[in-house]
């Protein structure tokens, strides 16, 4: 199976800062805010992985993950030319992505809670039984987001973009996973009113053909979508909570990586060396020490 992060888009509700930087490479607490995604693909068992950036910007993310190695992935970059729609990923990707199912999160997503392993494991197996997925998380705001309605066996009954009046509070979270074919229902798709591919037609396609699964995100879990200035303290002051009262180290692609056998301890000891002067390189020498 394969991955994407699109980390593409101009990030203009966070200028003045995004005016120099992508937003996917600034710092959410310890880590650079596209090493959660990338923890995500790689959690749910992904190793080819694409990376989706701006023209101006992709020398920075290539100096930043290099070819993935140092987590035990592979890692390829595209340039998405303009923001024209997420949907535009998919025939972005579709030489990368080829005759395989394929997976698609967008860069600026967080998701941390107990058991997301095992929805991220149903959602591949989805995929590759040809039944998409998408997440739905409860929000305050849902006219924010794309939507999904559901009946009561959590069935998709609607997907609507940004609604004036939503028919419900689970708003579409930004992770994706389709079956092979993908790319070709992409290229099918009519620029919307707003000039962009939207992914809300893509899944509109999978739902009327009764290949559309929901996977709930429940109490307990958290989701953040960190595109405005509070959404990135709110999620760095949550993962700051998390790692000082658990002293541990959350979405960390290194310890993915050691734990499935993608990168031996000579390779973690590479990162854990390079990194020895803060927490993370700590949290990665411990995980050294204690399988010695």
């Known amino acids: ?36 995604p990338l923890a995500t693909l790689m959690l749910a068992g992904i190793k080819d992985i694409l990376v989706i950036t701006t023209p101006e910007d992709q020398a920075q993310f290539k100096k930043l993950l290099k070819d993935g190695s140092e987590f035990g992935i592979n890692l390829t970059y595209k340039e998405q030319p303009s923001p024209d729609g997420l949907a535009q990923a998919f025939i972005i990707g579709e030489e990368f992505i ?10 600026d997503n967080i998701f941390y809670g107990n058991g997301f392993n095992s929805v991220l494991e149903n959602a591949k197996e989805n995929a590759i039984n040809g039944k998409a997925t998408i997440f739905g998380n409860q929000v305050r705001d849902p006219e924010r987001f794309g939507i999904m309605e559901l009946d009561e066996n959590n069935n998709v009954l ?10 419900s509070n689970y708003a579409i979270t930004g992770l994706y996973f389709y079956p092979k074919g993908v790319s070709e229902f992409a290229k099918t798709i009519k620029p919307s009113q707003r000039g962009e591919l939207e992914i809300t037609t893509l899944n509109d396609i999978y739902r009327m053909q009764g290949n559309l699964k929901a996977e709930i995100l429940e109490e307990g879990f958290t989701w953040f979508d960190t595109g405005t200035f509070d959404s990135e303290l709110d999620a760095a002051n949550m993962i700051r909570t998390i790692e000082n009262n ?10 993915i990586a050691y734990y499935r056998g993608w990168i031996d301890k000579e390779k973690l000891q590479e990162r854990a060396t390079l990194l020895r002067k803060n927490n993370y390189g700590k949290y990665l020498q411990k995980l050294i020490d204690e399988t010695k």
């Open 98 to 107: 080829g005759d395989e199912a394929c997976a698609m999160i967008l860069g």
């Open 158 to 167: 609607s997907v609507e973009e940004k609604p004036e009046n939503p028919k």
């Open 246 to 255: 658990k002293d541990k180290i959350i979405c960390c692609p290194e310890q």
């Open 1 to 36: 199976m394969k991955g994407i992060i699109l980390a593409g888009g101009s990030g203009t509700r966070l200028y003045p800062i995004t005016e120099g930087i992508s937003k996917q490479l600034m710092p959410i607490y310890d880590k650079p805010m596209i090493f959660y």
